[in-house]
């Protein structure tokens, strides 16, 4: 009697361990939403360093 108690008890605790793998699209998600934070970080630095200057029309006398 104790060692089915113990078996069943060991069963139930081996089976909370496990844990479900993500599905596609949870995981497709996830790696679109660290894509699009991702995209964000670069427009706010792209837009925090301002707009180069105007160069002339006149084409440089550089050797």
Known sequence: MRIALL??????????????????????DTANKA???RAKQIDAQIAGTGTPPAESAEPSSAP
């Open 35 to 37: 894509i699009v934070d």
């Open 7 to 28: 078996a069943a008890l060991g069963a139930v605790v081996l089976l909370s361990a496990c844990k479900r793998e993500p599905t596609f699209d949870e995981r497709y």
